[in-house]
């Protein structure tokens, strides 16, 4: 019997590609280098981006489908989370620094990221990634605003979340991960492609995400956590595209491996360099600990990044120079990091403790060889002194390292006593640097880098005081201005924590939730 057989039913691929591909065009009253002006400049030399392969073929209506699901699933969480006084079933209040931290250092940092595929995706001339791209810019706003609209619960009853987008452009610690970011969106496409495609979402991001997430879960925080599992589906995108990115330049052109292998470098140190705020974090704010920063780092760095670039080394990639210090550094990069954060706690809008002795054991067991050789005798000893009525605030400034804008805490890759100072001279002036690392990458690049904004100069030459203010007046208090200038309240989003206001508020209402009384 003959019948009319239906049209086929398009097959995802071949929906896919009509969807990108099929709606390219070549330019024909315009050059292509004039279409693209970003895509030559970096000497990364592409072929045939036809010959590109798409990591995951999701159509945009399909994108969108799944997007607004997610939403619907987050948003039930963070209402019921709301309602039910959720912050009050977090294991203690302290935990509520990790949030601080992680809205003021990397909600932002979503934001850039939004920016920085949008315009990604507008330079790279192959339609297969701008497409991807388009589609990760739509997803780190929506982490962004998730993030936002999580954390937004908090604000209502603890201190120092008040602000956050103004504190990240001028707070010091802040300039940490902003500076990485404005390194990156102000690269040309490709390294941006490196630094927060490759080496951030697809080397380093378990070592930001997994700590955070697996803290918030851990530590009883349902809204950090729902923003996290929300957004997970999005990172398994993110890093397809990045490996991909990093396999296609380096198949299209034998002269492209050198540029880079030298990007790997420098994105493998700055990212790390920007961990340090998630080493701390994990060895002394969460008050239920996941794993040790140190362990951390030996599953998803030694572990899984070993696997990735012995998969690479037949492109002729290697293992970026700065592993050798990183591996050195674990032992100590978390306890340097909060020892620097203990002493400028009046200049933070979190609050910073010294660890009680069960958590100092853990340190030691965690840190056989560091913790109570350098470490543990110098918080007992402020933990003394705390007790006496001698909490120690430092009140002098830090000198910055040019690159990672990280204060000088970091010690000799082989001796932990000794500080590590290193120094360049550029034109008329000198540089200063952290690390062997943050120096080379300085010296490739030094009209970069002179631009940087070092909060501590920018304080010490008076820019970081509210307008009108009088550093000649009698009675002028520096940090009082400094503070006023970063928006922080003097002795409610600073100082420790014991005596806090954050502190008082949880026991009370806490005990309100858990008593007849
Ligand atoms: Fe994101
Ligand atoms: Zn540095």
């Known amino acids: 019997m003959d019948m009319n057989v239906p049209k086929k039913k398009l097959s995802l691929k071949e929906k896919y590609s009509h969807m990108t591909r099929g709606l390219d065009w070549e330019p ?17 030399k592409i072929h045939d981006w036809d010959k590109w392969e798409d990591p995951f073929r999701l159509t945009m209506d399909a994108y969108w489908k799944y997007q607004a699901e997610k939403e619907r699933k987050l948003y039930a969480i963070i209402d019921a989370y709301a309602q039910n006084n959720g912050h009050l079933s977090v294991t203690d209040a302290r935990y509520i620094n990790t949030v601080k931290l992680f ?13 920085g595929f949008a315009h990604v995706g507008r330079q790279l001339p192959g339609a297969g990634p701008r497409v991807a791209c388009l589609m990760q810019s739509i997803d780190e706003i929506r982490h962004a605003q998730t993030q936002v609209h999580s954390l937004s619960n908090y604000n209502k009853y603890y201190n120092g979340l008040h602000d956050f987008r103004h504190m990240h452009d001028r707070v010091w610690y802040l300039s940490v991960p902003k500076s990485f970011f404005d390194d ?34 851990y ?50 140190w700055r990212g790390t360099r920007v961990l340090t705020l998630v080493a701390m ?47 050195k550094e674990k032992e100590h990069l978390s306890h340097q990091a909060w020892a620097t954060f203990y002493n400028y706690g009046a200049a933070a809008a979190f609050h ?23 470490y543990r005798p110098r918080l007992e000893y402020w933990r003394d002194e705390a007790a006496k009525g001698n909490r120690f605030y430092n009140k002098t400034l830090p000198m910055l390292c040019q690159v990672c804008q990280i204060p000088m805490l970091f010690t000799e890759p082989d001796d932990p ?35 940087s904004w070092l909060p501590v100069h920018q304080i010490y030459q008076g820019n970081c005081f509210p307008e009108g203010t009088d550093p000649t007046a009698e009675g002028f208090d520096p940090l009082a201005a400094v503070l006023a200038y970063y928006h922080m309240n003097f002795g409610r989003d600073n100082l420790d924590f014991e005596g806090s206001e954050d502190q008082k508020n949880f026991d009370a209402w806490r005990g309100v939730a858990t008593s007849n009384d």
């Open 184 to 217: 990156a969106i102000t690269a040309g496409p490709f390294e941006f492609m490196v630094a927060i495609g490759f080496s951030f979402e697809y080397v380093l991001t378990n070592l930001l995400f997994v700590p955070f997430v697996s803290g918030a879960a």
């Open 352 to 374: 910073t403790w010294t660890p009680d002795e069960d958590e100092m054991n853990w340190l030691s067991e965690k840190y056989p060889d560091s913790f109570d050789k350098y």
């Open 28 to 44: 024909s009253y315009q050059s292509k280098d004039d279409v693209y002006p970003y895509a030559k400049y970096e000497g990364i």
């Open 281 to 327: 974090m994990m060895d002394y704010m969460l008050p239920k600990r996941i794993m040790s920063w140190k362990e951390a780092w030996e599953v998803y760095f030694e572990e899984n990044g070993g696997a990735l670039f012995k998969d690479l080394a037949r492109y002729g990639i290697t293992m970026p120079k700065c592993i050798e210090d990183i591996t």
């Open 417 to 451: 006593t000794k500080i590590c100072y290193r120094e360049t001279q550029y034109k008329d002036d000198k540089y200063h640097f952290c690390s062997d690392h943050c120096k080379a990458i300085f010296e490739h690049e030094p009209e970069k880098y002179i631009q």
């Open 219 to 268: 530590n009883g925080d349902m809204s950090a956590m729902t923003f996290g599992f929300s957004a997970q589906s999005d990172e398994a995108r993110h890093m397809t595209l990045g490996l991909e990115v990093i396999k296609f330049m380096l198949e299209q052109d034998p002269d492209n491996l050198p540029i880079v292998q030298r990007w790997i470098d420098k994105w493998a």
């Open 103 to 115: 809205l003021t250092g990397v909600s932002p940092l979503e934001y850039m990221a939004h920016r």
